[in-house]
């Protein structure tokens, strides 16, 4: 199996830090080297702007400890230029969105792997965890 390059959206790796399923799966086949899971700083910071939120109810250590693993298993690219984001955000409904998928295209990886409905439909190479995993683990038709 080739080793591919996931680039992974914020609720994909929010899941993944904060519950069992498919995304730990992910994180923990990312954290093995089986792929390559990238993400921008402007993701990763989103990332832990809503851990923070009271909903989660984590403390700083618990957050910064999640940070940790998170920077362990994680290639940290650049953010991508802001022509690219602008492009994107022409095309997109939820403009928030936008530098997802422009750190997707500047990242080159094969996958970006996303709950993201809108991502989901209007991205070449979006697709969710579950799918994802079929493919990565020879599961998938």
Known sequence: M???RVFVDANTLISGLLFEGNESMLLELGSFGAVELVMTRYVLTEVEEVLGRAEFA???EEIHDLM???HQILVIVDDPPGD???ECARKLRDKKDAPV???FLSSRADYLVTGDRELLREV???IGTGELLGLLLGTSE
């Open 2 to 4: 080739d080793k591919r």
């Open 58 to 60: 984590l403390s700083r």
């Open 68 to 70: 940790g693993y998170a």
């Open 84 to 86: 690219l984001v602008r």
């Open 101 to 103: 998928w422009a750190g």
């Open 124 to 126: 070449k190479g979006a």
